[in-house]
């Protein structure tokens, strides 16, 4: 199970919920707003902007079976700015 924006508020509690449930979680956040404290040690945590090519190769050598896509840009200011530009 792969899940995006992992490290956030929302992300980070579904990740705990994952691991009481007994799946294997593997997390892939930026961290600028998100913190990896709010994941347990044990986490595999990709720190990469989903926009990044490097995403394609996290999908191809960790093959997750499932997707829990919880990144956003969450400021609708900061979103507008970047969907004028």
Not at 20 to 48: A, H, M, S, W, Y
Not at 65 to 78: G, M, P, T
Request: glycine letters at 6%.
């Amino acid at each position: 199970m792969l899940v995006t924006g992992g490290a956030g508020f929302i992300g980070s509690h579904v990740v705990e919920e994952l691991l009481n449930n007994q799946f294997e979680v593997i997390v892939i956040d930026n961290c600028v707003t998100g913190n990896p404290k709010n994941l347990p040690e044990n986490i595999k945590l990709f720190r990469v902007d989903i926009n990044d090519s490097e995403v394609r190769s996290i999908f191809e050598t960790e093959l997750p079976d499932y997707v829990i896509h919880l990144a956003a840009q969450a400021s609708v200011i900061v979103s507008m700015y970047f969907a004028k530009s």
